[in-house]
């Protein structure tokens, strides 16, 4: 009851502060929302309070873990053994849907899925996140897949839990990565910060000794309460459209009714943002998706994937040969004068710039950052099975542009926008 009405208590807060426009007032990399990512739901947070000094090590294992029964979180995640814990129920694998991403083909490597993972805090959401993971390894094969996951400043109990879960996934057979790191974005240079941590997820992808090549596909997950329908579809997309990377649908409940979530990032084939953002911050347009561009609008209320210019929006999924080919996360090189942006972004456009353009939504994927707003998406707008189930496959295809927006919206922050070549400072 009580958590009920901080929660009550939050979200009427954030309501004030986005309606009025005033959240943004802090530092350079706090105008900008990134609740999902290693920083739950910042923008429910007033501005003016100060960032909590960390009170331990944050590689250290706190006392409050001793009340937390992780075993009830391993058997939830790895045996999927109903608890209180997991209440959001996911629709079975369609088999005869996936069944071509784990037919053997000889062309395939050894290593075809690469699962990575950022999560700090995330205990609540682990069921139904990693749950989901664990499922879809073993529905692809958990010889051909590895799971990598980069956690560090979570006093919540996340990092125990990760770490009982190593014996398990070792008898389940699937190659796990466990990397701790102190890096914490929440206190300064955010964006620097975050590209590190999801770098250093992909390491042992990089370091795989050759199992990786062309042919393996990086299923790169936020901490977000994924189906594993979720999952499949997006994989299943970026195989059916061609795609080089496939991004589902995020969003948040931040108002009455859910907005979509990562706008910051993401911009449409005319460069624009998927929703406008006046300069006082309002997300009062957000209902308004793809004012300004008609076929994607069409093809969105379709539920049709659509090709963008960048997305990441909760979970994505991209071949891996761009980071064979040494491609990283990275932060924008303001020295050069490059836009300030988040590194998804950035990831898009260094893509673009090789030549991997092929960049789609997949709008039957919708996320949501906590079970309980999952549940609520998932009400609101289907489960992917369903919604796939009544879909037509010919109508998904994509007619690809070949070349990027000329201008897209560059915004440091909401109230200081403009466009910029989509392809500055690059050589
Ligand atoms: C499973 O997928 C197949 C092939 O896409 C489709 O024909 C079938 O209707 C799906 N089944 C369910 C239960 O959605
Ligand atoms: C988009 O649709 C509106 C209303 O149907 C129409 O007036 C407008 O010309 C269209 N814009 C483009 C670029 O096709
Ligand atoms: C699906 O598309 C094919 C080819 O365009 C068409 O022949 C078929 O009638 C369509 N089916 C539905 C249910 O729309
Ligand atoms: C940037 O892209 C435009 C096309 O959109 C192209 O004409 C221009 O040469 C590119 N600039 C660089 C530095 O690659």
Redesign the pocket.
Known sequence: MRRRLQLLAASLISLFFVAGGLYFGGDRLRQVPRPGFLGHYEHEKPPEKPVKEPTQDPLIYGPILAEIDVRTFVDAILYRKPTHLVNLQCPVINNTRYESLRTADASHPSLRYFFALNLRENLHVLPRLLGSVVEVIQFLGPQHCALSIVEGNSPDGTREVLAALRPGLDALGITFSLQSSRIDPSTSDRIPKLAELRNLALQPLIDGSGRANKGTTIVFINDVAACPDDILELAFQRKNLGADMTCAMDWSHIRSIPSFYDVWISRDMNGDSFFEIPPSGSWDWSTFLFWNANETRTRFSNFRPFQVFSCWNGAVTFGAQPILENLRFRAANLAAGECFQGEPQLLCKDMWFRGYGKIAVVPTVNLEYSVENAKDIKEKKGFATDLVAKQNLSDDMIAWQP??P?MVRCMPSWKDQSWK???ET??
């Open positions: 070349n990027p000329d070549p989509w392809n690059l050589t």
